[in-house]
């Protein structure tokens, strides 16, 4: 199993950026994919998940309104679209394949494989 995040980079308060995670090695769409950061000094969080088909999706209190996530799964990947980008947005970012619900609000997701992380900076 392959995921590789990319697409971050340093953005101003504000702005977007677009998160691509490729995947390989596994029947992609048979899983979620969920998307979680980690932040200097704090936790691993999730950020927003999809389900396997793409008709659901869910997300954080802190960036709904705000992230997008979406895949394609003809192309085996799985994108976030990140607007109104915010200090607090700073951090790696990195995306999972998730075992059972992908709903936060039936508690936390549960990543199985993890892929590299990609760096978002917002800072002005």
């Known amino acids: 199993v392959q995921l590789q995040a990319s697409g971050g980079g340093l953005v101003q308060p504000g702005g977007s950026l677009r998160l691509s995670c490729a995947a390989s090695?596994?029947?992609?769409?048979?899983?979620?994919i969920a998307w979680f950061r980690q932040a200097p000094g704090k936790d691993r969080e999730g950020v927003s998940c999809i389900s396997s088909s793409g008709t659901s999706t869910d997300y954080a209190d802190s960036v709904k309104g705000r992230f997008t996530i979406s895949r394609d799964n003809a192309q085996n990947t799985v994108y976030m679209q990140m607007n109104s980008l915010r200090l607090e947005d700073t951090a790696i970012y990195y995306c999972?394949?998730?075992?059972?619900?992908?709903?936060?609000?039936?508690?936390?997701?549960?990543?199985?494989?993890w892929g590299q992380g990609t760096l978002v900076t917002v800072s002005s």
């Open positions: 999972a394949t998730v075992a059972g619900h992908c709903v936060f609000t039936l508690g936390p997701i549960t990543p199985v494989n």
């Open positions: 090695g596994f029947t992609f769409d048979d899983f979620a």
